[in-house]
């Protein structure tokens, strides 16, 4: 699978818009760039996922570049509740099942 | 989105002691269930993934004679940590994926802390 780069932490004020970004260059054409979020104590919470085109949800908008070599993750008014540890996985479809694996991840901090 | 619950949600256990944690998918059937293993201030680790009535495939560097996997059924799976030693002590996670579709989005279980004294 392709590897992911993203910062290690961000701010964002709380009621603005935090755009997290993620590097993805090695991706490939039957991969799909997925987001997730854990926040302290918790198992991860399935966020969004696209393969080509933008995405959006109640949660979050999903930025894919043309030539899908990175994406932003767009949470368009963050809360307090929004502090969290954010994974963006790319994910590929071979071998019947498709793992997840998680890097890093950015730890976004909404302050007040 | 999917409903995994995970029991116990938290566990202290002798050195030496066997525990086991329950994995189960409450809202759909998962075919595959995956293991995942948290250090303190670290990311996920993926240990092993299982398939219903077949053995768990185990991520390199994973014993699994001392993690015993089980996916008896299509709404729950079990990781028994035998002969628990404090290095076991972490954040033991599960997911769930459905029947295998390309889109289909892997949904996580709460999470059981181990803690081996």
């Known amino acids: 699978d392709a590897k992911t780069t993203q910062p290690p932490s961000m701010d964002c004020a709380e009621g603005r818009a935090a755009n997290l970004p993620c590097n993805h260059s090695t991706i490939s054409g039957n991969e799909y760039v997925y987001w997730y979020r854990q926040i302290h104590s918790q198992g991860p919470q399935y966020i969004i996922h696209?393969?080509?085109n933008n995405e959006t949800n109640e949660m979050a908008s999903l930025i894919i570049t043309e030539d899908r070599k990175s994406s932003t993750l767009i949470l368009p008014h963050a809360t307090l509740r929004d502090t969290a540890v954010y994974y963006c996985i790319v994910r590929s479809f071979s071998g019947g099942y498709n793992k997840l694996i998680f890097g890093a991840g950015t730890r976004l901090a909404v302050h007040p | 989105g999917a409903v995994v619950s995970q029991h116990p949600s938290w566990v202290i256990c002798k050195s030496g002691t066997s525990v086991k944690i329950e994995c189960r998918s409450l809202d759909f059937q998962a075919t595959t269930m995956f293991w995942y293993r948290q250090f303190p201030k670290q990311s996920l680790m993926l240990m092993a993934t299982?398939?219903?009535?077949?053995?768990?495939?185990?991520e390199q560097g994973v014993e699994k004679d001392k993690f015993l996997i089980n996916h008896a059924s299509l709404t729950l799976s079990t990781l028994t940590v035998t002969s628990a030693h404090p290095e076991d002590s972490s954040f033991y996670i599960c997911?769930?994926?459905?029947?295998?579709?390309?889109?289909?989005?892997?949904?996580f279980g709460p999470g059981t802390r181990l803690t081996v004294l």
């Open positions: 997911s769930d994926m459905g029947m295998g579709a390309p889109t289909d989005t892997q949904y």
């Open positions: 696209g393969l080509k």
């Open positions: 299982s398939n219903e009535g077949s053995k768990a495939t185990y």
